[in-house]
């Protein structure tokens, strides 16, 4: 009774527009997921036009739904592999060659030192990420770790962090990092207890470094993944207090969206 109380009690009071602006999509994104689009597209609106940090985040949804318009946040497409890469950082498999390039770009008026190349695949089973972090001068690189555990501590070490928000509800999501060393990390949301089983290859050289992993779909999503879908991602590469790039667009964005985009799943390459 007395969380009954509580939790009418916290409906009654006044929310900001961005906590207003995460509600609608959360609902948005639960509608969705009840495949009532007509509902979704109401919250979205609404969304929309409130003056919060995540306006472009629900403008770009609701594009989305309706397929036309050109989206505020980044959009790319993730190829289906025709065959599984072997885990070995090379990047030669014929899924990367046929994958999508995406780079990450410096913050506005800062200069990019090295570049990040990702690539990414998916099949019945993996979603599949590489990618090439060119060396940042007067950093080290260091040698890759033998060990690897659940929850690294990565220090100041240069890190790949990505972000999957499977329902894009700009709220929830699942958060995987990767440092040169090969050390990794993970999250689903606040929750760092959260140690799914993936897989990681990593490999140094005078370039830079390189990774090369699978996530097990079924960590991620307990319903099937066909093309078509889409969802949310955060892409970005740091050495904390030297170095910062992220996923970037066309248009600036909030703090609140740094890094965010929308990836699409779509069906491998045609065979001739």
Not at 64 to 90: H, K, M, W, Y
Not at 159 to 165: A, I, P, Q
Not at 190 to 210: F, H, M, S
Request: aromatic fraction near 8%; include cysteine.
């Amino acid at each position: 009774e007395l969380a009954s109380i509580a939790w009418e009690f916290r409906q009654r009071q006044p929310m900001s527009e961005s906590s207003r602006q995460l509600a609608l999509l959360r609902q948005a994104a639960g509608a969705r997921t009840l495949g009532l689009s007509g509902r979704a597209s109401t919250q979205l609106a609404e969304a929309s036009q409130l003056p919060g940090p995540y306006r472009l985040a629900a403008v770009s949804e609701l594009q989305l739904e309706l397929s036309n318009g050109i989206s505020p946040l980044p959009i790319f497409n993730i190829r289906q592999a025709r065959s599984r890469p072997i885990l070995d950082a090379v990047l030669d498999d014929d899924c990367w060659v046929h994958a999508e390039e995406v780079f990450l770009e410096a913050p506005r008026g800062a200069s990019d030192q090295a570049k990040t190349l990702i690539l990414m695949s998916w099949d019945q089973e993996f979603l599949y990420l590489a990618a090439r972090c060119e060396a940042v001068s007067d950093q080290p690189l260091l040698p890759v770790t033998g060990e690897r555990y659940h929850d690294a501590d990565h220090g100041r070490r240069d890190r790949l962090t990505v972000t999957f928000d499977t329902d894009r509800d700009y709220d929830t999501a699942f958060e995987f990092v990767v440092d040169q060393s090969g050390q990794t990390s993970e999250r689903c949301d606040l929750l760092t207890g959260w140690n799914p089983q993936w897989y990681v290859a990593n490999a140094v050289d005078q370039a830079g470094w390189r990774i090369e992993a699978a996530i097990p779909l079924d960590s991620l999503t307990p319903q099937p993944v066909f093309a078509g879908h889409a969802w949310g991602i955060r892409l970005s590469r740091e050495i904390p207090g030297v170095f910062s790039q992220r996923l970037c667009g066309e248009q600036e964005l909030p703090i609140e969206l740094n890094g965010a985009g929308v990836m699409r799943f779509i069906r491998p390459p045609r065979t001739r």
